[in-house]
């Protein structure tokens, strides 16, 4: 399983855009880069994924590194419902995916 | 919107107590997971469950542990004899390809 590295916590603002990097510098050549997130006390929820172009969905968009040892996902717009732990996680998709989460990011949005 | 559910949200048990936790996946999902969440832990991956047979499984997954698909909506995760540590948030996923869909938990306290 590749490694990651996401900090601890982050701090914005509501209706400022904001930008989680994560590091996987151990990525193999077939893994996606995905991101997902937990709100509190709720399961985890698929957030957008990638392997080697910048993608965009309506939650997000997904900006990945052209060595693709780093990714950042950007909501564009913070509102209050988006204070959550982000987790980037590489995997492949090779029939069931264990997704293997690490500590995250925990986000805090201010009013 | 399809969603994956659980039950009981809540499950309170004696210790060597059997306890079986299920999910309706979303219906026409392949492949079905178990995930679980210690208080204020890393979300920890328990197995994968693809054509009614496991895929992989953790080394949390031991003996203790079984899966089933009795009926073809609902999948269930037994424990034989629960375990003070096995207390958690149980959560299911199920998954087409890319997104895994996560269920809501059933909180599992063993006294």
């Known amino acids: 399983d590749a490694k990651t590295t996401q900090p601890n916590s982050m701090e914005s603002n509501e209706e400022e855009p904001v930008h989680l990097p994560c590091n996987h510098s151990?990525?193999?050549?077939?893994?996606?880069i995905h991101w997902y997130r937990q709100l509190p006390s709720q399961g985890p929820e698929y957030v957008i994924h990638?392997?080697?172009s910048n993608v965009n969905n309506r939650m997000a968009s997904l900006a990945i590194a052209e060595d693709r040892k780093s990714s950042t996902l950007i909501l564009h717009r913070a509102t209050l419902r988006d204070a959550a732990v982000y987790y980037c996680?590489?995997?492949?998709?090779?029939?069931?995916?264990?997704?293997?989460f690490g500590q995250g990011t925990r986000l805090t949005i201010n009013p | 919107e399809p969603e994956v559910t659980q039950t009981p949200s809540h499950q309170v048990t004696q210790m060597g107590q059997e306890v079986i936790l299920r999910c309706v996946p979303i219906?026409?999902?392949?492949?079905f997971y178990w995930y679980r969440q210690i208080l204020g832990q890393k979300v920890e991956f328990l197995v994968s469950?693809?054509?009614?047979?496991?895929?992989?499984k953790s080394e949390i997954f031991d003996d203790q542990f079984s899966v089933e698909r009795p009926d073809g909506s609902n999948f269930t995760l037994k424990i034989r004899s629960t375990k003070l540590e096995d207390s958690a948030m149980y959560f299911c996923?199920?998954?087409?390809?890319?997104?895994?869909?996560f269920g809501p938990g059933t909180r599992l306290t063993v006294t």
């Open positions: 996923a199920s998954s087409v390809v890319y997104e895994q869909y």
């Open positions: 151990t990525i193999s050549g077939t893994d996606y």
């Open positions: 990638g392997l080697t």
């Open positions: 996680i590489p995997e492949s998709f090779q029939g069931a995916q264990k997704l293997v």
């Open positions: 219906s026409n999902h392949l492949y």
């Open positions: 469950f693809y054509n009614n047979e496991i895929s992989e």
